[in-house]
């Protein structure tokens, strides 16, 4: 809504009453405009309350000692505030252009132009000066007289007003909680001072944050005592367990109150453990490192990287600075800030009112973009749903082997060092694989779902502490020295790049068939039951059309086992060389899914998991403008994505494109992925809210067919 002058300037515009002001662009301009004999006006900066502003007498010249002191003051002003990000910098010569005032006096660059305002002089009234709000502040409903209704109805959203004598002196936004922020918006636009359109260019993404997440109770953040990433929005208190078997005894143990996971990093054992946790907090870990994935998805509070942290599994014990934590103890974390605070700490739940479903419906009526989800249990997929995902972007279909009845198996396949003896184990694994996907199709009754075969590498399936391997040993029959050197054998420098994605496809391809096998009995049952499932197939970190070539070749003779289903085959684009051959590679394939988190990582060099050891200096430095994690990069990345998408269209005009990374609900990516011209953006459920914001947002902005920088 601009400056405070042009606020002023707009209302005196509706024809409202507003006080004159004089404005200045430098302190130069200041001394040469003002009176000799000043008297009864106030001078604050452009940006300060007019509460703020210093009372200005200036007696016999315009160099008087009044208008020093008045500066002096609003110079310590600014720069505390610019201290405390509440400003840029501070008053001087080299401000930014603006359009003309017909409010300002002294402003004018001679060139139709001004400067931006720096420095603002108004008379003060005789009468006291009375704050206003034009919205009560717990429901948001409308407060104030006529005058404070035309001045909202003005500047189309709802105020705070400076009013003496039915004068408006100031006014400023007024800030909100998401509730009553809501509920005003809804109500301007039906009573017609709004349009839909205006109301959700108002909104912003951390209104739906704040909405959807308990969060502190005010002040509970001055507990803090250690910080880390906030890698899964919600604020939790629970009992401290620091290994996966405690953490599921203990959650589910009547009355033993909210568990929250402890770990140096997680590993894919740990997920029953995060699924039953009221939260996660590890000492290693990024935005996308398993904890933050796994959190996000089931919609769990999870801190990532506090470095703080000294986490003693053996002992059971939990260090943060002088502060020692044993097992049972409380702890609370705010995944929203990536705060740690000491015991329990009070919380506020969240709570979705109608005003919320009629801004989604607005969201709903103004984007192109499809929103879907990053999903892979029956729970997850219903959460997405309830949030107004249109299906499934991403199912990763590891975890389905990472449910305790089935993991032991895994492992046990994993381990068998022969085709046959995997094979014998993936027969006995594939009926429940197939009742989980039919679990899915069912919940979903006809919506589409993008399956990604298996993509981590093979050990992450295995426990890597002692006591675990001994455990393995032994339930597997296999014997300690047999396990440990199938572990040394699977054992890679750097997984990342190593053999996972559709390399696990290519050599060992009956991986894959088992899956797929599962995936085309499932859609068969679902029929029976009444759904018609929409399945299609996603095969991870393609790099070459070869790639493709292969799989298809082994994978299609399953799916056309059944006639009545259509199966898609399609390729995420997750490394720098998939998007320069994006031409070749779409000749093999039905859809283009981006996985945005591996190709960061891999245009960048940088590992998710690490790198947030020096991203905040980084940031501190200028290197970086932002998380390239939470935030795509629209420069390399997005030349790289744009590269694709063009090439890959150049083989399929209509070939359907979708960013399914962490990105997938951050609205700056959102728009970026709009502008490229991608079909549907997938995120984890509790942020489809905010993909479906974020995708409105960019289709008001007409930024598609924009080039990327």
Request: aromatic share 4%.
């Amino acid at each position: 809504m601009g400056k405070v002058i042009d606020r002023l300037e707009k209302l005196a515009r509706a024809g409202l009453p507003v006080a004159a002001v004089r404005t200045f662009g430098d302190e130069a301009a200041l001394r040469a405009g003002l009176g000799a004999h000043e008297q009864g006006v106030s001078l604050r900066y452009e940006g300060a309350r007019l509460r703020a502003a210093s009372p200005l007498n200036v007696l016999d010249s315009p160099l008087g000692l009044g208008l020093d002191v008045a500066l002096d003051a609003q110079k310590q002003a600014l720069e505390r505030a610019r201290l405390l990000g509440l400003a840029d910098v501070l008053p001087g010569p080299d401000a930014i252009t603006g359009p003309n005032s017909n409010l300002s006096s002294n402003s004018s660059s001679g060139d139709g132009r001004t400067a931006a305002v720096r420095w603002i002089v108004q008379d003060m009234p005789s009468a006291t000066l009375v704050e206003v709000d034009s919205r009560d502040a717990a429901t948001g409903a409308a407060m104030g007289d006529q005058l404070v209704a035309d001045a909202e109805a003005a500047l189309g959203q709802p105020l705070k007003l400076t009013i003496a004598e039915g004068i408006i002196f100031d006014v400023e936004p007024l800030n909100l909680g998401s509730q009553a922020k809501f509920a005003a918006l809804v109500d301007m636009v039906e009573t017609g001072r709004l349009s839909p359109d205006e109301g959700l260019g108002l909104i912003l993404a951390s209104d739906l944050e704040e909405l959807l997440h308990p969060r502190l109770a005010s002040g509970g953040e001055n507990l803090t005592i250690a910080r880390g990433i906030n890698a899964s929005p919600g604020a939790v208190a629970g009992r401290i367990y620091f290994s996966a078997r405690d953490a599921i005894d203990v959650a589910q143990t009547s009355g033993a109150g909210p568990v929250l996971l402890v770990r140096k990093e997680t590993t894919p054992e740990d997920i029953r453990a995060i699924t039953v946790a009221a939260g996660v907090v590890t000492r290693a870990g990024g935005m996308t490192s398993h904890a933050a994935v796994i959190a996000r998805g089931l919609g769990k509070p999870c801190v990532v990287g506090v470095r703080e942290m000294d986490v003693d599994p053996e002992a059971r014990t939990l260090r943060i600075g002088e502060q020692l934590f044993y097992e049972g103890d409380w702890l609370t974390i705010d995944g929203s800030s990536g705060l740690v605070l000491p015991g329990r700490v009070e919380t506020q739940e969240p709570n979705l009112s109608e005003a919320f479903d009629k801004i989604m419906s607005w969201c709903d009526a103004t984007r192109s973009m499809g929103v879907l989800a990053n999903a892979e249990t029956v729970a997850e997929v219903e959460l997405a749903l309830r949030f107004g995902a249109e299906g499934i972007g991403l199912c990763r279909t590891e975890h389905m082997f990472l449910d305790a009845e089935r993991l032991g198996d895994v492992q046990k396949m994993i381990l068998a060092e022969t085709i046959e003896a995997r094979e014998a184990v993936l027969k006995e694994l594939e009926p429940l694989v197939q009742a989980e996907f039919l679990r899915l199709l069912l919940v979903l009754q006809g919506k589409p779902v993008a399956v990604r075969l298996l993509d981590p590498p093979l050990h992450e399936f295995l426990p890597t502490e002692s006591g675990e391997i001994e455990y393995l040993a032994e339930t597997t029959g296999l014997g300690l020295l047999r396990v440990q050197r199938r572990l040394e054998a699977l054992r890679e420098a750097n997984p990342m790049m190593g053999l996972r994605g559709c390399r696990l496809g290519i050599m060992f391809p009956e991986i894959y068939e088992s899956q797929v096998r599962a995936l085309v009995a499932a859609c068969r049952q679902a029929r029976k039951q009444g759904v018609e499932p929409r399945v299609d197939i996603m095969l991870p970190l393609i790099s070459s059309a070869s790639e493709v070539t292969i799989l298809r070749d082994r994978l299609e003779p399953i799916t056309a086992e059944d006639s009545r289903q259509a199966i898609g085959i399609g390729a995420m684009i997750e490394t720098p060389r998939a998007c320069l051959r994006a031409e070749e590679i779409a000749r093999g394939c039905d859809f283009f899914s981006f996985g945005t988190n591996d190709l960061t990582q891999l245009a960048f060099g940088l590992s998710r998991d690490d790198a947030g050891t020096f991203m905040p200096e980084y940031r501190n430095l200028g290197l970086l403008a932002y998380n390239p994690f939470r935030v795509l990069d629209d420069q390399g990345v997005g030349e790289l994505l744009a590269i694709a998408v063009e090439r890959g269209r150049l083989t399929r005009e209509d070939m359907p494109m979708s960013l399914c990374g962490e990105q997938g609900a951050e609205p700056e990516s959102v728009r970026l992925a709009h502008a490229l011209g991608f079909n549907s953006v997938s995120c984890s459920p509790y942020r489809v809210p905010i993909a479906r914001l974020a995708a409105a947002q960019a289709a008001l902005k007409n930024i598609k067919g924009t080039t990327c920088p």
